[in-house]
């Protein structure tokens, strides 16, 4: 058996996860393929808001330290915009007071309480990455190829089967049944992508009875409007009664919304679990697993610090 840590590599998943983790590979100097059941631009990556924040992910600790690696990532990245999909853009974050973050807050560019007129109750104003998404996996798509890698749409049925040294598992929600892990199961999001009215800064609202959260993420040509988070809910079909919704709930924050032309609508399941599985496996026949799943909505945000502890499990010294 070839020693694992050498030769190839075979990532599963084409989501940000995916594509991330095998960049950090590539870059590294191992010979990656990607293989997917679908093209990155179809993975719910690719509905993503994709705001920069660590929103219902745990560890906790952990997180928090992948979230602050890959903040530095993207704060390069925005200078590179038109290729990379990375802004870093202005916003406030309703419902939310500097008390109830801890250190790495210190960390978040222009972190600051809202000012009143900025909103309307207790808010945090800071300045993240908010990224587009199709942009951006293009971008990592495009690098992974410069640096010798490889993806296909390719279905896989059985980690075990894959003849490879190293197999790194970022098949996010597919893990349910790929693994199989019944601790991955899906929350719906829906949005509502509408013609940008010239709305500059982002904004979220949170809910405290239901638990609900609404945003407005602007992009240069559109504004992405959510969402929701319907647990265990597989249907991928919009619903235009809760598309209806979201609207009459985002003009609530920003009325230019509300005569936007609508340019479409989209769904994602985020691949939910009590908490990120990032683990090495050694297979009976020497064989090495990496998993690197189950990041809920929170994939953007902690991409390139998972990728790199991935990269380390694998044993590359990235």
């Known amino acids: 058996m070839e020693n694992p840590g050498s030769g190839e590599v075979i990532v599963v998943g084409a989501g940000v996860v995916g594509l991330t983790t095998a960049l950090v590979l590539a870059e590294a100097g191992r010979r990656v393929g990607v ?52 802004r870093l853009v202005e916003g406030v974050m309703g419902e939310t007071g500097l008390d109830e973050l801890g250190s790495w807050a210190a ?19 800071a300045r993240l990455p908010l990224i587009d998404m199709p942009v951006h996996l293009r971008h990592l798509r495009e690098r992974l190829l410069r640096a010798g890698g490889t993806v296909e749409e390719r279905t896989v049925t059985d980690l075990a089967e894959l003849d490879a040294p190293v197999v790194v598992n970022c098949s996010g929600l597919g893990a349910r049944e790929l693994v199989p892990d019944a601790a991955v199961r899906p929350v719906r999001g829906q949005l509502v992508i509408v013609e940008n009215p010239g709305i500059r800064e982002w904004v979220v609202s949170k809910d405290a ?95 390139w610090g998972c990728a790199r502890v991935a990269a380390e499990l694998v044993g590359t010294g990235a």
Do not use: K, M
């Open 107 to 125: 960390r978040v560019p222009g972190l600051r309480a809202a000012r009143a007129e900025e909103y309307p109750g207790p808010a945090l104003r």
């Open 209 to 303: 009875v239901d638990g609900t959260t609404t945003y407005v993420f602007p992009q240069p040509d559109r504004v992405i409007l959510g969402g929701t988070t319907d647990e265990d809910d597989w249907s991928l079909v919009p619903d235009p009664e809760v598309a209806a919704r979201i609207v009459e709930q985002c003009a609530a924050l920003r009325p230019e919304v509300a005569g936007a032309r609508v340019l479409g609508h989209r769904v994602g399941l985020r691949p939910v679990r009590e908490a990120v599985r990032l683990e090495r496996e050694v297979r009976p026949d020497g064989r090495v697993l990496v998993h690197n799943y189950g990041h809920g909505g929170a994939g953007v945000t902690v991409a």
């Open 35 to 86: 293989w997917a059941r679908e093209h990155s631009e179809r993975t719910t990556s690719a509905v993503a808001g994709a705001l920069w924040w660590p929103y219902r992910i745990a560890p906790e600790a952990s997180a928090r330290e992948w979230a602050l690696d890959s903040l530095g990532v993207y704060e390069e990245l925005a200078a590179r915009p038109e290729d990379s999909g990375v």
